[in-house]
Structures are given as structure tokens and as C-alpha cells.
């Protein structure tokens, strides 16, 4: 069944669900954001990838949470797996800007059955450099990573992107979002985001599920499984349920449920 969620997304390649999550969770979200800064000063906050979250006890509570899945089940079915998150928080006055591209030009999953949630923890607007995107563009071949162009001058996220002169952007959409609202974008549109030179964070966390029939093409990339069951077809990996440490981990609501026996 076609809900009208995935509706106006097969028509546009995108979807914005408001207050998706609660206020508290997305202010946690920013939370660990600023706690994971204070332990990695050495790596931007805009690179905080997913080998430093899959073993989290509060990454795996954020994107296991039912209000998330719900909205992921509607595009993958029932059985689903977070295979990659992403924060891409930019910082106040220097935040690093992101060329246009699409997603799935760089993920190593086949088939290409990918659903990203944007989730933001911040106010995400034009002034700190909030995402942009080409609706209509989910309807483009997907470019190779061959076609695109290196820019690696230390001010992108990325340090490539698809050529200027490929990019109409009259028709662009900037998606502002308040915290705990969240974006669901189609890895084939073409989307951007400039850079944060205003004096607040925007923090945002990019959780991209697949359903479990996909398969991860990388060695030793765990995903984590949010609901159902794997799929025999495949060998993805999956991720223990960890355990939280208080010396290790950020504390959070609910981490009773992640506490060893």
C-alpha cells in the first residue's frame, strides 16, 4: 500500500516529516555531538562516521527508535537495517559546506534500496547552511564517482562533487527544519548544503536504512538491525547490542535497557 508519505516522495524524491521525535531526544542528539567533540578533537565534527557510532549504546537506541522505523517501514517494508549513519555538524562561523551530489554515487549497496533519514538535532536554516536539494532529480541516472569532480581544498565535507555546469539550481529547495523534525531524501536526488558562517551550530545526523534483502558491498561494516530479521540471501554483517559504560559511553535516557546483567 502506497501511504501518502511515500507518495509525495515517488513524486518529489523527498519528504519532511515535523516533529518526527521529541525535542529532548534531538536535544540529546546534539548533546552527543558536543561529547564526542570533546573526545575526538582531532576529527571534524562534519566527519563523525559510523565506525565511530555502530558500537554506541545511544546510536543504537536513536536509530532503533519506533517513530523512525515507522516512517522508514512505509519505503523498505518490515525487515530493516541502519547500514551507515553520518553526523554532519557544522560548526559555528567555520562549518564546512557540502558540493552537490548524490548519494548513492558513493555507497557500495546493491541493489540501490536505500532510504536516508536527515534528522535534525538543531535548527537546520539558510543561515547555518541547512540542506538543498533538486526535486524531481530522483528521476536522474546515477552518476558514477568518475564523473564527478575533486574539490579538495579543506572547505567540503565531501572533497568532490558533481561539475557546476550540470547544476540548474532555479527550481532549488532549501529544507529548513526545526529539532526533532526530519527529511527523507531518495539517494539518486541531488542535494547540497553551504557553509555554516553564522554563529550557531547546525547539527544533523544522517541515518540511511535499507531493507535487510540489500546487501552491503564492504568487509567489516557492521550494520545495525532496527526490525525483522536479516535475510538468508546475504552475509551483512550486524552489530552486537553493546553495553553501555558509564566510562566509556554518554549517558542518556533509557540506558537502563543497555545495561549489562
Not at 220 to 245: C, Q, T
Request: aromatic share 6%; with cysteine; glycine share 6%.
Amino acid at each position: 500500500m502506497t501511504t501518502p508519505l511515500k507518495q509525495e516522495y515517488d513524486e518529489t524524491g523527498y519528504v519532511v516529516v515535523r516533529g518526527a521525535v521529541d525535542a529532548e531526544l534531538a536535544r540529546e542528539t546534539a548533546a552527543h555531538v558536543h561529547w564526542l567533540a570533546e573526545r575526538h578533537p582531532d576529527i571534524r565534527p562534519e566527519k563523525f562516521g559510523h565506525n565511530m557510532l555502530v558500537t554506541d549504546p545511544f546510536m543504537h537506541r536513536l536509530v532503533g527508535d519506533a517513530r523512525l522505523v515507522d516512517i522508514v517501514e512505509q519505503f523498505l517494508g518490515p525487515n530493516i537495517a541502519m547500514w551507515a549513519a553520518h553526523y554532519i555538524a557544522k560548526p559555528p562561523e567555520h562549518g564546512q559546506k557540502v558540493l552537490w551530489h548524490q548519494d548513492g554515487s558513493y555507497w557500495p549497496l546493491e541493489p540501490m534500496e536505500v532510504t536516508t533519514i536527515w534528522l535534525a538535532a538543531t535548527e537546520s536554516t539558510r543561515e547555518n547552511g541547512c540542506m538543498r536539494l533538486l526535486p524531481g532529480t530522483q528521476n536522474n541516472r546515477l552518476l558514477s564517482r568518475r564523473e564527478m569532480i575533486d574539490v579538495k581544498d579543506g572547505k567540503n565535507v565531501l572533497e568532490s562533487g558533481i561539475h557546476p555546469s550540470q547544476i540548474d539550481d532555479s527550481h532549488v529547495v532549501d529544507l529548513e527544519l526545526k529539532p526533532g523534525d526530519v527529511s527523507v531524501h531518495n539517494p539518486r536526488i541531488i542535494h547540497s548544503s553551504e557553509a555554516n558562517t553564522s554563529d550557531k551550530w547546525r547539527i544533523g545526523l544522517t541515518l540511511r536504512y535499507i531493507p535487510t534483502s540489500t546487501r552491503v558491498m564492504r568487509e567489516n561494516h557492521p550494520s545495525i538491525l532496527v526490525r525483522g530479521n536479516p535475510d538468508a540471501g546475504n552475509s551483512n554483517e550486524y552489530a552486537e547490542r553493546p553495553v553501555f559504560d558509564p566510562d566509556v559511553h554518554m549517558p542518556f535516557r533509557g540506558l537502563e535497557q543497555w545495561m549489562g546483567d
